[in-house]
T-cell receptor, first 114, second 112 residues
């Protein structure tokens, strides 16, 4: 039981490049989330999904797209990376709705955009 | 937008001492959760307290919630060097679809 895994762990991009971050969970959770963490800012929700085939915007969705084609996977895409997207990205999942259950986090992806 | 304000931002104590961290929030909540983050790692859930609860315990952790003051505290008793981490409160707010809003965190350092 691996829990929540994220790929890759580190990545350096040049401005304008694109990339996809992959999140996978093996706990059969319905809900999945993408956050970014910046120094002194806590975690901010980018996008989330309440089930396979669904996605919704969070607090800071601009510049990102997501897809949830399979229940166990949640992909975060950057179409044209900008230096402001330099951050640590965390994926999380939970069994049910946001408020009633704990969220399980992946180890994070550290992204630098030059 | 940040909901939780945590205090202090950083705390340094000796092993064996108690550590208290506070979290204040602005809007009505469904529940409040505390998470720990070790350096370079993901967040780990510690405890969840519902809006109708006032106190909750889990091992060496004690969480209180005062909805009238819109504040919560996390107490770690008999701290250990392994408790060194950042601690975040997260609120599930009414009228926000229950999304979790995280505070900025308290960085705890426990010296052996």
């Amino acid at each position: 039981n691996a829990g929540v895994t994220q790929t890759p762990k580190f990545r350096v991009l040049k401005t304008g490049q694109s990339m996809t971050l992959l999140c996978a969970q093996d706990m059969n959770h319905e809900y999945m989330y993408w956050y970014r963490q910046d120094p002194g800012m806590g975690l901010r929700l980018i996008h989330y999904s309440v089930g396979e085939g669904t996605t919704a915007k969070g607090e800071v969705p601009d510049g990102y797209n997501v897809s949830r084609l399979k229940k166990q996977n949640f992909l975060l895409g950057l179409e044209s990376a900008a230096p402001s997207q330099t951050s640590v990205y965390f994926c999380a999942s939970s069994y049910a709705g946001f408020s009633y259950n704990e969220q399980f986090f992946g180890p994070g992806t550290r992204l630098t955009v030059l | 937008s940040q909901q939780g304000e945590e205090d202090p931002q950083a705390l340094s104590i000796q092993e064996g001492e108690n550590a208290t961290m506070n979290c204040s929030y602005k809007t009505s909540i469904n529940n409040l959760q505390w998470y720990r983050q070790n350096s370079g790692r993901g967040l780990v859930h510690l405890i969840l307290i519902r809006s109708n609860e006032r106190e909750k315990h889990s091992g060496r952790l004690r969480v209180t919630l005062d909805t009238s003051k819109k504040s919560s505290s996390l107490l770690i008793t008999a701290s250990r060097a392994a408790d060194t981490a950042s601690y975040f409160c997260a609120t599930a707010n009414l009228g926000q679809g229950g999304k979790l809003i995280f505070g900025q965190g308290t960085e705890l350092s426990v010296k052996p």
